[in-house]
């Protein structure tokens, strides 16, 4: 902590993870408004409470040093698009401050006392396991903190805490109890199961064209494409060891180990190959423009259907949407990068009736198989069905249902527990299984603390996830909200 605050000793954001990760709910946009001509130098204001910048940096600069531990040090650009950590940032402080609001409103206060005894309990200020005053003015004196500052910022903490603990939802002992009913019940079913390939019949060509006719649009060809094909792997590229360390010099804050920022020569490995990853990735650049003013030539790949040629995903997701000659900008696929120019296009178009027949006959015969398997369901379920015992299956249990693979039995399941029929039916797509409930019981459970602390914890989080969400919406209808900046425009400076 010593080390974050000394980073930091401009200005001091406690993280409230446990307050504010609970609240973190509802996406900002369309919160408030945009004032871009501020000149306030706050992120935004939420009632009467004011986000500075400072907090903006504070806390994306926490956030950043967590997930770059959590990744092994491998939090690159990508990632951090992914978790979208300017807008969680922002969205974080704005939730904090939408509590600070309620608690202010409310009267809530945090006694000297309160405070001073969450700073007895924080070890970076303990020496010997107790609280040690010289120790704690040292330790904020070397962070470039005053104490005033440091107990003025911890009280704010405490205080949003403080609101969070009111509105939080609350588990009763009932509510346990029923949960954990519902978890460890069992039920012993027995099972029928209907497959589609049975109930299938021979239909005319009469029937077939008849078909056809009503689902022509159905019925297209495949498109297919003339390619040519120029693949850059980052492995066969050599960079110098001047790229390594310019890569390193560049993000060496992305290379992390056990929470600590690795040295070049312990981290040189993975530099290295993030620094053929963007060689490899510069050369493509230059393949492309070679390739789509025909400077060179691929690897031809001609009537090219992407059901039937292997391709990678990236590519063919490309390919779906070309319409027309193109050359497409380097695809990355793994460590690799795809230049692709298109040179042809055939596109799909609907099939005549030759060319249909046969894949409209078997598409009739399985609609018409189903509509079968399902009447006979339906009526099996309304006049009774011999049923095979498969045994007992429980709600969270990994269940295997003769005859059904794992994942049709998780669906039988699933659907089991959810029904409040007693015998019911499942379509499992060319399946049909009816299944009646013989037995219901609860499994044997010593009743232990630590299982009625998890199912405690489950229901909180269940009731958590319904109730945030409406308390964040009461408090932003409550409290006029204002965003001055974006959030994108904090990510060089936070960095840095």
């Given amino acids: 902590m010593i080390s974050w605050m000394q980073k930091h000793r401009k200005y001091l954001v406690i993280t409230i993870w446990i307050s504010t990760i609970a609240f973190v709910g509802a996406g900002f946009v369309g919160w408030g408004s945009f004032d871009y001509g501020s000149m306030s130098g706050d992120v935004a204001k939420v009632g009467k409470v004011k986000v500075s910048k400072e907090d903006y940096s504070a806390l994306y600069g926490n956030m950043y040093n967590y997930y770059s531990k959590v990744t092994g040090g491998k939090l690159d650009e990508a990632t951090l698009k992914q978790l979208n950590l300017e807008n969680t940032v922002l969205q974080t402080l704005i939730n904090q401050a939408l509590l600070q609001n309620f608690a202010e409103e409310n009267e809530m206060r945090v006694s000297d006392e309160e405070v001073a005894s969450k700073i007895a309990s924080m070890e970076p200020f303990q020496k010997n396991g107790k609280f040690d005053k010289e120790q704690y003015v040292m330790a904020l004196k070397n962070a470039g903190l005053a104490v005033a500052d440091f107990e003025r910022g911890l009280k704010k903490e405490l205080l949003i805490e403080k609101a969070a603990s009111v509105l939080a939802p609350r588990v009763s002992k009932n509510e346990t109890a029923a949960l954990s009913g519902s978890i460890l019940s069992s039920d012993r079913i027995g099972v029928k199961i209907l497959n589609g390939e049975s109930f299938i019949k021979e239909v005319s060509e009469a029937e077939v064209k008849a078909f056809w006719e009503k689902n022509k649009k159905n019925f297209k060809t495949e498109p297919s494409f003339d390619l040519e094909v120029i693949d850059v792997a980052s492995i066969a590229i050599a960079v110098s060891d001047e790229d390594i360390k310019k890569e390193y010099a560049e993000n060496g804050s992305l290379y992390h180990k056990d929470g600590k ?236």
Avoid: C, H
Avoid at 311 to 333: C, D, F, N, R
Avoid at 413 to 435: E, M, W
Avoid at 467 to 484: A, C, I, P, R, T
């Fill in 261 to 496: 920022k690795m040295s070049f020569e312990e981290a040189k490995e993975f530099v290295a190959k993030n620094a053929k990853i963007k060689a490899a990735k510069k050369e493509a650049l230059k393949k492309y423009v070679d390739l789509k003013d025909a400077k060179v030539k691929g690897r031809a790949m001609n009537d090219v259907k992407l059901s039937a040629t292997p391709m990678p995903s990236q590519v063919a997701s490309e390919l779906v949407k070309t319409a027309k000659p193109t050359t497409l900008k380097p695809i990355q696929v793994g460590e690799s990068f795809f230049v692709v120019k298109v040179s042809k296009v055939v596109p799909s178009k609907e099939m005549d009736f030759a060319e249909a027949s046969k894949v409209a006959k078997i598409a009739l015969q399985r609609e018409n198989a189903s509509a079968l398997m399902k009447a006979e369901g339906e009526k099996l379920l309304k006049s009774g069905f011999e049923a095979k015992d498969v045994g007992f299956i429980s709600k969270n249990g990994k269940n295997v249902i003769s005859g059904l693979n794992e994942m049709e039995s998780m669906e039988v399941a699933g659907n089991v527990f959810r029904s409040k029929n007693i015998q019911d039916s499942v379509t499992l797509g060319s399946k049909i299984v009816l299944y009646k409930v013989l037995e219901q019981k609860i499994s044997d459970t010593n009743g232990t603390i630590n299982d009625e602390m998890v199912y405690n914890k489950a229901l909180l989080n269940i009731k958590a996830a319904l109730v945030n969400q409406n308390v964040l919406e009461y408090l932003k209808s409550k409290y006029e909200m204002k965003l001055y900046i974006k959030p994108d425009s904090f990510t060089k400076s936070t960095k840095e």
